[in-house]
């Protein structure tokens, strides 16, 4: 699996260094590193803590749900880097800058996108209304990973695709 991951970081870093060199810029730079440090949690929670004031008992079930669902997905990522081990951009090339400090060492798969696509997902099968907030957020969110220099784009398409299986699983199991 590693070597297939280092396989996969040279096909990767050059696309890797042109985002991170684009997002220097500070009137990039500093949107994505606030939509990254929302979605370290602070818009999640918020989010989990007003549906069922807003929404009541279907909020609370989005709730419930969201905070299930996050638990798994903690438990996945969390085993899937300290199996893979895979170096973050801006540990394996030296022209890649971290943006923002990374919250662990590792890169895949990412959590933030993990996360933002799980959350994102089951709130909008309990309050539909949502997705024209929740899409384009989860999107800013999985594409600060890679321009802050945190994430090869792999690893922010493999969380998504580990996202939506477990918010569709999960939903398939209330159905």
Not at 31 to 42: E, M, N
Not at 94 to 103: F, M, N, Q, S, W
Not at 150 to 159: K, R
Request: aromatic share 10%; charged share 15%.
């Amino acid at each position: 699996m590693r070597l297939w991951l280092q396989h996969l970081n040279e096909i990767e870093v050059s696309l890797c260094r042109t985002w991170s060199r684009g997002g220097r810029r500070r009137w990039i730079q500093r949107p994505f590193a606030v939509v990254s440090r929302l979605g370290d949690g602070v818009f999640w929670y918020s989010l989990i803590a007003i549906l069922p004031l807003t929404h009541g008992l279907l909020g609370l079930k989005a709730s419930v749900h969201m905070l299930v669902t996050g638990g798994v997905a903690l438990a996945l990522y969390k085993s899937l880097k300290v199996y893979t081990r895979r170096e973050r951009p801006c540990h394996y090339a030296a022209e890649i800058i971290a943006l923002v400090p990374p919250l662990d060492r590792y890169s895949f798969p990412s959590g933030h996108t993990l996360h933002a696509v799980s959350f994102s997902s089951v709130a909008i099968y309990y309050v539909p209304e949502l997705a024209w907030l929740l899409v384009p957020f989860t999107m800013l969110v999985a594409g600060s990973r890679i321009i802050l220099g945190l994430h090869y784009p792999s690893d922010v398409l493999v969380a998504t695709l580990i996202g939506l299986a477990l918010a569709f699983a999960g939903i398939q199991m209330v159905v």
